[in-house]
Structure formats: structure tokens, C-alpha cells
């Protein structure tokens, strides 16, 4: 994200991606009904795959109801993914002083949506972030806290109060990229790493910290971050292999960080560091469905509902083919958004109606071996 306009535009996500999180309980956009379908609770629990399956569920924003929550958990779970990843803003919790926690709404928002995930068998990867102006002093939540001991003790409580209903904690959003981490500095974040490695295992022995996954396959950011101290303070690597060319297959040859075939470098990198024991997640990845024009840039570039399902299925078999490291993989994101923004909005597993897109069926096809 290099230029300008691509700064620009992912500026649009993350205001619409704010929204979601600071509109609490108020009034939420108007939302399409669910197929009466989602309303059955599903509680088979799926055979188990090589690869733990997992998609982003942006169950903390305003735009969504119960009913939503409810037909999303469900379709997941009826085809076969194991995991949601679920953005959990610091802010939520905790926003008006240190050791005052919103019991009267924040608390008990979350409760809900981790007690919906968990009942449906669903484990939960929880990415901590967004730091509350009392702990910065800043208006922009994207800031680090000026005691890192601040975001300590909360992921600790957290971990604590949700031991049962979550399972890791990733540590921050890509916090190499300006647009999520201001500013995007390896040495500062492997400070807030380090700090918040023991208080999560405090709050929860049995809990995984994930590093925050990077933009990309960074391996460059990467290694400074262990340069300044980072190994040893994670239990699993995360990174967000999104395709540079944003319509290039998964085995596209490895160009640098913009591609999923870089992954290799990653696990040479932890290798030489000590860490090849280690897991790598794909917390974020994914394909766009949307028309290109002759102006789109490459970074935006959708393809059709069938190459986007072809693309997964072919991930899922290079991934576990070439990279043993890689054990989860969480596709962005569960459902179509509407945020406005074409290439974001349109990477669901599903439409914004709920029904299924092809690439649904190759999560159940790779994980359940039904309906390939």
C-alpha cells in the first residue's frame, strides 16, 4: 500500500471499520433479514481437518443484529470451519479510565458474541487493539498507549474473564502498516508485544499470543521485530498473505512480501531465529469478487465467484503441502461488507443476503469432504 490513493482508500475501510466498533448499541444500519434457515442452531461438531479453517467475523460491529451473529456462527459452523477471528477494540472495555471496565454495556457486548461463538464449538482468535484516548492521550485509537503496562493489564483481564470462550490473542492489526499502527515502528510494538506475552499466559496459562499478523508477508518488518527483541514473546507468527496483484493466484512465484509464496522466506526466517517449532497463522487472506475496469489499480484487481473459490481450494492444498509451519488459516472475511469501498466489501464467504458463494463450498469441501 504504497501509494496514495491506495493509503486513501484503505483509509475508507478503516473509518467504516471504526464505526463499527465506537457505535456500540445504537441504532445499526438497516440489514437483510436472514434466511429462515440460519435460525437453527447447528451443533454437530465438524471432522477435523489437516488445516484448522477459520474466517474473520466482524461480530463486535453495530451494523449487524443477534439474528445476523446467529445466521453467520451457524453457516460457518454447518461447513466446517473451526475458528472465527474477532476484532475486540481495547476501546470497547475499558474506554473511559485504567481499571474501570464498561460493565454496563462494553462487557456484557462481548460476553454475548464470545458466548454465541463459543456454544456453536467455535474457537475464537481475538485481536486486541485500538487504544482509548485516556491511556494515549490521543484522539487516534490506532496510537500506542503511553504505559504499555496499561495494555498489559487489560489483555490480561480479558484473557481472564474470557479463558473459556477464547483461545488465543493476537496482539494488534497488521502493525506494520500506518493505516492500523501509528506509527508503524517494529521496535515500539515488540515493546507492546513483549509486555502483553506474560499477562495474557497470567490471565489464562493455556491461551496462544499470536503476533500481530503484518500486511503482507513482511518479512523485513519481521526481522527487525526480532531484532528488537521479539522472540520468545509469541507463541504463534501471524501474517496476512494478500496478493499484491490482487488477482494473482495463491502459487504465483515469490516476488517479495506481496505474495503468499514469500511464506517460504518466513519459515526460514524463524528457523534461523529458533522458532521453526513454532506455528504460522494466516489470520487474514483472501480473494475480492467484483468487476475490474481499465483504471483499477493492481492492488484492487476482483475476480469472479468461481476463481475465488478455485483460489481457495488451491491454497488450502499448497499451503498444506509446502508449509507444515502454517497450521491456521482464516479467511477475510465471512460475509460481504458494505463499507463503501468495492474491493474490501466483496471478499466474503457469503453475500450480503446470506447465501453462499462457491468459495463456501470449498471450505466444506476441504474440511467436511461433502458437497466437492
Given at each position: 500500500?504504497?501509494?496514495?490513493?491506495?493509503?486513501?482508500?484503505?483509509?475508507?475501510?478503516?473509518?467504516?471499520?471504526?464505526?463499527?466498533?465506537?457505535?456500540g448499541?445504537?441504532?445499526?444500519?438497516?440489514?437483510?433479514?436472514?434466511?429462515?434457515?440460519?435460525?437453527?442452531?447447528?451443533?454437530?461438531?465438524?471432522?477435523?481437518?489437516?488445516?484448522?479453517?477459520?474466517?474473520?467475523?466482524?461480530?463486535?460491529?453495530?451494523?449487524?443484529?443477534?439474528?445476523?451473529?446467529?445466521?453467520?456462527?451457524?453457516?460457518?459452523?454447518?461447513?466446517?470451519?473451526?475458528?472465527?477471528?474477532?476484532?475486540?477494540?481495547?476501546?470497547?472495555?475499558?474506554?473511559?479510565?485504567?481499571?474501570?471496565?464498561?460493565?454496563?454495556?462494553?462487557?456484557?457486548?462481548?460476553?454475548?458474541?464470545?458466548?454465541?461463538?463459543?456454544?456453536?464449538?467455535?474457537?475464537?482468535?481475538?485481536?486486541?487493539?485500538?487504544?482509548?484516548?485516556?491511556a494515549?492521550?490521543?484522539?487516534?485509537?490506532?496510537?500506542?498507549?503511553?504505559?504499555?503496562?496499561?495494555?498489559?493489564?487489560?489483555?490480561?483481564?480479558?484473557?481472564?474473564?474470557?479463558?473459556?470462550?477464547?483461545?488465543?490473542?493476537?496482539?494488534?492489526?497488521?502493525?506494520?502498516?500506518?493505516?492500523?499502527?501509528?506509527?508503524?515502528?517494529?521496535?515500539?510494538?515488540?515493546?507492546?508485544?513483549?509486555?502483553?506475552?506474560?499477562?495474557?499466559?497470567?490471565?489464562?496459562?493455556?491461551?496462544?499470543?499470536?503476533?500481530?499478523?503484518?500486511?503482507?508477508?513482511?518479512?523485513?518488518?519481521?526481522?527487525?521485530a526480532?531484532?528488537?527483541?521479539?522472540?520468545g514473546?509469541?507463541?504463534?507468527?501471524?501474517?496476512?498473505?494478500?496478493?499484491?496483484?490482487?488477482?494473482?493466484?495463491?502459487?504465483?512465484?515469490?516476488?517479495?512480501?506481496?505474495?503468499?509464496?514469500?511464506?517460504?522466506?518466513?519459515v526460514?526466517?524463524?528457523?534461523?531465529?529458533g522458532?521453526?517449532a513454532?506455528?504460522?497463522?494466516?489470520?487474514?487472506?483472501?480473494?475480492?469478487?467484483?468487476?475490474?475496469?481499465?483504471?483499477?489499480?493492481?492492488?484492487?484487481?476482483?475476480?469472479?465467484?468461481?476463481?475465488?473459490?478455485?483460489?481457495?481450494?488451491?491454497?488450502?492444498?499448497?499451503?498444506?503441502?509446502?508449509?507444515?509451519?502454517?497450521?491456521?488459516?482464516?479467511?477475510?472475511?465471512?460475509?460481504?461488507?458494505?463499507?463503501?469501498?468495492i474491493?474490501?466489501?466483496?471478499?466474503?464467504?457469503?453475500?450480503?443476503?446470506?447465501?453462499?458463494?462457491?468459495?463456501?463450498?470449498?471450505?466444506?469441501?476441504?474440511?467436511?469432504?461433502?458437497?466437492?
Amino acid at each position: 500500500m504504497r501509494t496514495t490513493a491506495r493509503l486513501a482508500a484503505a483509509a475508507v475501510l478503516v473509518s467504516a471499520i471504526l464505526a463499527g466498533f465506537l457505535s456500540g448499541s445504537s441504532a445499526h444500519a438497516a440489514t437483510i433479514a436472514p434466511p429462515a434457515s440460519c435460525a437453527t442452531q447447528v451443533n454437530a461438531t465438524p471432522q477435523r481437518a489437516k488445516l484448522a479453517v477459520g474466517a474473520q467475523f466482524h461480530g463486535t460491529w453495530a451494523e449487524l443484529s443477534d439474528a445476523d451473529r446467529v445466521c453467520i456462527l451457524n453457516t460457518l459452523a454447518a461447513n466446517g470451519a473451526t475458528w472465527v477471528r474477532l476484532d475486540l477494540g481495547w476501546t470497547t472495555i475499558q474506554p473511559n479510565a485504567r481499571g474501570q471496565y464498561d460493565m454496563a454495556w462494553g462487557v456484557p457486548f462481548v460476553d454475548k458474541i464470545v458466548n454465541m461463538a463459543h456454544s456453536r464449538g467455535l474457537n475464537v482468535l481475538a485481536t486486541f487493539w485500538q487504544t482509548p484516548k485516556w491511556a494515549s492521550g490521543s484522539t487516534n485509537n490506532h496510537v500506542l498507549p503511553t504505559n504499555l503496562s496499561d495494555y498489559a493489564n487489560a489483555i490480561k483481564w480479558a484473557a481472564n474473564r474470557w479463558k473459556t470462550q477464547v483461545q488465543a490473542w493476537e496482539v494488534w492489526n497488521e502493525p506494520n502498516a500506518s493505516e492500523f499502527l501509528s506509527p508503524p515502528s517494529a521496535a515500539n510494538y515488540t515493546g507492546l508485544l513483549k509486555a502483553a506475552y506474560p499477562a495474557v499466559h497470567a490471565g489464562n496459562p493455556n491461551a496462544k499470543v499470536v503476533f500481530g499478523g503484518t500486511m503482507f508477508v513482511d518479512t523485513d518488518w519481521i526481522s527487525a521485530a526480532y531484532a528488537a527483541g521479539a522472540q520468545g514473546s509469541f507463541d504463534v507468527m501471524g501474517v496476512h498473505p494478500y496478493m499484491g496483484y490482487a488477482n494473482y493466484g495463491p502459487e504465483a512465484i515469490d516476488r517479495g512480501r506481496e505474495r503468499m509464496t514469500h511464506t517460504a522466506v518466513l519459515v526460514d526466517l524463524m528457523k534461523a531465529k529458533g522458532d521453526s517449532a513454532k506455528p504460522i497463522w494466516f489470520t487474514e487472506f483472501g480473494w475480492s469478487t467484483h468487476a475490474n475496469t481499465a483504471t483499477t489499480p493492481v492492488w484492487y484487481l476482483g475476480v469472479d465467484e468461481a476463481t475465488q473459490a478455485d483460489y481457495l481450494k488451491r491454497t488450502l492444498g499448497m499451503v498444506q503441502n509446502r508449509y507444515a509451519q502454517v497450521t491456521n488459516v482464516f479467511w477475510y472475511t465471512s460475509r460481504d461488507l458494505a463499507t463503501g469501498s468495492i474491493h474490501p466489501d466483496n471478499r466474503g464467504l457469503m453475500r450480503r443476503d446470506f447465501s453462499p458463494k462457491p468459495a463456501l463450498g470449498a471450505v466444506r469441501c476441504y474440511t467436511l469432504g461433502t458437497g466437492c
